[in-house]
């Protein structure tokens, strides 16, 4: 009898023991898992505010030349949209009336893009119906201009702007005359957009508008030796 009392005693510490074993395993590993969750979530956080708001700071600042080079360039590139727009029904060269297209698809997005940073800035946004440099806020005609005065086209104070002449010659013009017409007035747009977006380059702060600047570079320049090699210039 005494025998089996100690059995049974025996049996019942071991298996509290076992119980008690298991418990502590458990506890462990629970403990393990936070601590691993508590790394990883340290590891994959976001940057902290500070760092996100000195990048946000940055990407923000503008300065007045950003706002004369938006506020310039948005009827610069409208009036060249007019000019494409004829080409349509005027122009007898495929590869001229490639070209217009091309300079449209190109520069709409970019009048709305940069009418969008003038809004968000409390700038004034230019109408619609600004077609020459006079009528653009945020010029001066004083001869202090941000933007350089490289247009010989004998009218606008805006570089490569043309007049009111120039354009209604352009309306009257079809077929081949056209072609040289729209050509030889598009290269010298371009020329005084490339000078516009140089000026923004070097003296912007805004690194949207600085970056659309040298995509104006590039891409007008490329299309001013496109023109010059149509009207048997290169």
Same mark, same amino acid.
């Given at each position: 009898?005494?025998?089996?009392?100690?059995?049974?005693?025996?049996?019942?510490?071991?298996?509290?023991?076992?119980?008690?074993?298991?418990?502590?395993?458990?506890?462990?590993?629970?403990?393990?898992?936070?601590?691993?969750?508590?790394?990883?979530?340290?590891?994959?956080?976001?940057?902290?505010?500070?760092?996100?708001?000195?990048?946000?700071?940055?990407?923000?600042?503008?300065?007045?030349?950003?706002?004369?080079?938006?506020?310039?360039?948005?009827?610069?590139?409208?009036?060249?949209?007019?000019?494409?727009?004829?080409?349509?029904?005027?122009?007898?060269?495929?590869?001229?009336?490639?070209?217009?297209?091309?300079?449209?698809?190109?520069?709409?997005?970019?009048?709305?893009?940069?009418?969008?940073?003038?809004?968000?800035?409390?700038?004034?946004?230019?109408?619609?119906?600004?077609?020459?440099?006079?009528? $653009? #806020?945020?010029? *001066? %005609? /004083? =001869? !202090? @201009? &941000? $933007? #350089?005065?490289? *247009? %010989? /086209? =004998? !009218? @606008? &104070? $805006? #570089?490569?702007?043309?007049?009111?002449?120039?354009? &209604?010659?352009?309306?009257?013009?079809?077929?081949?005359?056209?072609?040289?017409?729209?050509?030889?007035?598009?290269?010298?747009?371009?020329?005084?957009?490339?000078?516009?977006?140089?000026?923004?380059?070097?003296?912007?702060?805004?690194?949207?508008?600085?970056?659309?600047?040298?995509?104006?570079?590039?891409?007008?320049?490329?299309?001013?030796?496109?023109?010059?090699?149509?009207?048997?210039?290169?």
């Amino acid at each position: 009898m005494r025998n089996t009392r100690s059995l049974t005693r025996r049996a019942v510490v071991a298996a509290v023991s076992v119980a008690a074993a298991f418990t502590l395993a458990a506890c462990g590993d629970d403990s393990g898992a936070a601590g691993g969750n508590a790394a990883t979530s340290s590891s994959s956080s976001s940057p902290s505010p500070s760092s996100s708001s000195s990048s946000s700071d940055a990407a923000g600042a503008h300065n007045g030349q950003d706002v004369a080079f938006a506020q310039g360039m948005i009827p610069h590139h409208r009036q060249a949209l007019e000019m494409a727009e004829m080409a349509a029904g005027r122009a007898s060269s495929a590869r001229v009336k490639d070209l217009a297209s091309r300079i449209e698809k190109a520069q709409d997005p970019e009048i709305r893009t940069m009418s969008g940073w003038l809004t968000s800035w409390g700038e004034e946004v230019p109408a619609s119906s600004d077609s020459t440099a006079e009528s $653009m #806020p945020g010029m *001066d %005609h /004083s =001869g !202090g @201009s &941000a $933007m #350089p005065d490289t *247009d %010989h /086209s =004998g !009218g @606008s &104070a $805006m #570089p490569g702007m043309m007049d009111a002449s120039d354009m &209604a010659e352009l309306e009257k013009a079809s077929g081949a005359d056209f072609d040289a017409a729209f050509l030889s007035m598009m290269v010298r747009h371009h020329q005084g957009a490339v000078a516009m977006a140089a000026v923004e380059k070097s003296k912007g702060a805004y690194g949207p508008a600085k970056s659309l600047a040298d995509a104006v570079v590039t891409a007008q320049t490329a299309e001013i030796a496109e023109m010059n090699e149509l009207l048997g210039k290169s």
